[in-house]
């Protein structure tokens, strides 16, 4: 057994050491924000935090995460108390099929956590990593910008994990 | 103290040289219209810039063509590259021919001043009129950029280009290339090109204190931009030994099956070459192949073992880290050994220069950063591990990956080198402004 944090729960995980981390994401803990898109660490699609820093989960063994925090997209906000950045690209509609945008809002929280007002390049430098095939890009790019500023706000205070920890 | 007997050194030789040091400005011309060159020559010298190299150090990151502004760190302080558009104020759109040359062949640039050697004239004082006048062409025909220079972080008297004159007096060698009888033409042509405007021993070549390519070590190995340039000589690391056919492949197409895939800084490198005649890659290879030598024997022998051993599944070393064997077996093996060929499949490790090079640098960046996707092109991928693994995680993973696929002792500092190599890859991170091309104002296009 494993012991996994995530979101800021301990899970026993009975999985092999080399089991990628999205597959006990999704299969184990039933969080299902991530999505499995190319397998390779190359789409983005991914991308949870870990100790607040992006990564890719499918390439992401739990050997690597011993004492370490996973936050997924399910710990940023609900449906009913969406964190900024949820709130923000619902209000840009930055989705149209959706698949890739967990892992970008994921990236995007990492980025806006060390770096609270960033440029247009500093954005499209951070989610190059991301690929969209639907083509929202620019609706990501204002979503982020938006999300910026909705942190600065009293109201958009992060509701459940992952912001603060 | 070091640093002062540098600058001791330096002062006498400025004033020495001081009678030698002052050069005229050349005066200005009205900027030459484009369509005042002639198309094949600007073709010829467009080839002659991708072999030079020059797009690399003269542009910044995600930013306009030859506009310079990219920061060159040495072991004396930071310097800027130049703008080498054609723009009239803050480019070279007033130099003439003669004064492009001068720059090119002497380190002088057009007001009389002397450049720092960050500039590969001790290279490009090989370069033939014939060549400098292409290359001059293409520079002159390509889009003008305004973009005033940085200003270089140097200190006192590095700051002061007259001791750049007693650095010349000592190590710039003007008209050091000679056509050698005895050879092929091929390889004249290679040796030409590797020697002059390629400048290959400029980063393959390692450093005196002054920062002079050390004649007497010539391509036995440099640091350049926080990575290692392996040696390209007799003292190569590579596990399989380097010939002509390998050398043109992977300076034509970026990577070889035996030797795996161009990353750092070469990968702009061999990105340039990719445009440029193949026969010129036939003569940089049958020139670069004479100068790794002939392998011997013993080195032909274990080269072979080795691809033997790439071919079949590898032993386990005896002194196994059991750490770094778990993250290699799920992190890196389901790629590097897959056995699906090359580029996109990950090379056998045993074949890679990397592990066996005797500085663990270049495998500590390519582990943090992994291999990213060039834009617009089929390209090999790795994913950086640079957030998913702490440096003791690393570190284990690189101790155990020289134990299983080196034949090579351990390597020492493997920690220290990973806490330096996240330091610098969080700089690099840092100057990239972002992807090329982006449009000045993202948001303006998709407004209703």
């Not at chain 2, 500085?359 to 950086?384: H, K, T, Y």
Request: with cysteine; aromatic share 6%.
């Amino acid at each position: 057994m494993i012991a996994l944090k995530v979101n800021g729960l301990y899970h026993e995980i009975d999985a092999d050491p080399d089991t990628p981390l999205l597959y006990v994401l999704r299969d184990e803990i039933k969080l299902n924000a991530a999505k499995f898109g190319c397998g390779l660490g190359q789409c983005g699609s991914c991308t949870v935090m870990v100790d607040g820093k992006a990564v890719l989960s499918c390439v992401t063994p739990l050997l690597l995460l011993e004492g370490k925090q996973v936050t997924t997209l399910e710990g940023l906000g609900t449906i009913e108390a969406p964190a900024p950045i949820q709130r923000a690209f619902m209000e840009e509609q930055a989705a149209q099929c959706g698949y890739c945008i967990a892992g970008m809002m994921m990236r995007a929280q990492a980025l806006l956590q060390r770096n609270s007002k960033p440029t247009d390049d500093e954005i499209r430098a951070e989610l190059e990593p991301h690929l969209c095939r639907c083509g929202t890009h620019m609706r990501i790019l204002r979503a982020v910008h938006r999300a910026s500023r909705l942190m600065d706000t009293a109201d958009a205070s992060p509701t459940v994990h992952g912001r603060a920890q | 103290m070091i640093a002062s007997v540098i600058a001791g050194i330096l002062i006498a030789g400025a004033i020495a040289a001081f009678a030698l040091a002052w050069r005229p400005a050349i005066a200005t011309i009205e900027p030459p219209a484009p369509q005042s060159f002639d198309a094949a020559l600007v073709k010829r010298g467009r080839d002659l810039a991708a072999i030079g190299n020059c797009n690399d150090c003269h542009t910044v990151r995600g930013g306009k063509a030859f506009a310079g502004g990219f920061p060159v760190p040495t072991p004396f302080g930071t310097i800027y590259s130049s703008n080498i558009t054609p723009d009239a104020e803050t480019g070279i759109g007033r130099w003439s021919e003669a004064a492009f040359r001068r720059a090119m062949r002497s380190g002088v640039d057009r007001d009389g001043q002397h450049l720092y050697p960050t500039f590969p004239y001790d290279h490009f004082t090989n370069v033939t009129d014939a060549d400098d006048q292409a290359l001059y062409a293409y520079l002159m025909t390509r889009q003008p950029v305004h973009a005033p220079a940085h200003e270089n972080q140097l200190s006192f008297p590095l700051d002061q280009r007259l001791v750049i004159a007693g650095w010349k007096l000592l190590f710039l060698r003007h008209g050091s290339y000679r056509p050698d009888n005895t050879q092929s033409a091929e390889w004249n042509r290679g040796a030409y090109l590797v020697e002059g405007l390629a400048h290959c021993g400029a980063c393959h070549t390692p450093r005196n204190a002054l920062g002079a390519e050390r004649a007497s070590a010539q391509f036995a190995g440099g640091d350049v931009e926080n990575w290692h340039a392996y040696a390209i000589n007799a003292q190569s690391p590579a596990p399989v030994p380097w010939d002509a056919d390998a050398l043109f492949a992977y300076l034509r197409d970026g990577w070889h099956p035996d030797h795996g895939v161009a990353r750092g800084p070469m990968a702009q490198v061999v990105s340039n070459l990719s445009e440029v005649p193949q026969s010129d890659i036939r003569a940089i290879a049958t020139y670069m192949a004479a100068v790794f030598g002939a392998p011997t024997a013993d080195r032909k022998r274990r080269g072979e073992a080795v691809l033997a051993q790439a071919k079949s599944p590898a032993a386990q070393a005896s002194q196994v880290d059991a750490a770094g064997a778990s993250i290699y077996a799920a992190t890196c093996a389901t790629c590097h050994e897959a056995g699906r060929p090359l580029p996109y499949g990950g090379v056998n490790l045993a074949l890679s220069t990397a592990i066996s090079s005797p500085d663990p640098r270049n495998a500590a960046n390519i582990v943090l950063s992994g291999v990213r996707p060039v834009e617009g092109e089929r390209s090999p991928i790795m994913p950086g591990f640079a957030s998913s693994m702490n440096d003791g995680q690393i570190s284990a993973l690189l101790n155990y990956l020289r134990a299983r696929f080196s034949n090579q002792p351990a390597w020492t500092g493997v920690e220290k080198t990973v806490e330096d190599a996240r330091r610098t890859q969080t700089v690099f991170l840092l100057t990239s402004p972002g992807p090329r091309d982006a449009p000045a104002d993202a948001t303006q296009r998709d407004k209703p």
